[in-house]
Nanobody, 117 residues
Framework: QVQLVESGGGLVQPGGSLRLSCAASGRTASSIFMGWFRQAPGKEREFVARIHRSSATTYYADSVKGRFTISRDNAKNTVYLQMNSLKPEDTAVYYC??????????WGQGTQVTVSS
């Protein structure tokens, strides 16, 4: 079992920045990838970014490339999402994920990000 707790969400103006954090506990050594999804009101949950446990490989959705940066600190069992140049369409609940061997995926409870003037 892996427990994921997100933090760092909030209200920000367009063009602003936020950094999300996701602290993992439990069987974190088995987490090959960690990452983020988001879900806007009335829309399906969508992939945002993920990072390999070596930090050597990262993937991003086209909609966030060049604006968002994912990173992880394995010593702290924490993954981060630095979000810059935020747009109103980035408004969503952001969920942390941990993917383990065997195809098991764990989800956090989510943190709200609202981009509005």
């Amino acid at each position: 079992q892996v427990q994921l707790v997100e933090s760092g969400g909030g209200l920000v103006q367009p063009g602003g920045s936020l950094r999300l954090s996701c602290a993992a506990s439990g069987r974190t050594a088995s987490s090959i990838f960690m990452g983020w999804f988001r879900q806007a009101p009335g829309k399906e949950r969508e992939f945002v970014a993920r990072i390999h446990r070596s930090s050597a490989t990262t993937y991003y959705a086209d909609s966030v490339k060049g604006r968002f940066t994912i990173s992880r600190d394995n010593a702290k069992n924490t993954v981060y999402l630095q979000m810059n140049s935020l747009k109103p369409e980035d408004t969503a609940v952001y969920y942390c994920i941990a993917d383990q061997m065997g195809g098991v995926r764990y989800w956090g409870q989510g943190t709200q990000v609202t981009v509005s003037s």
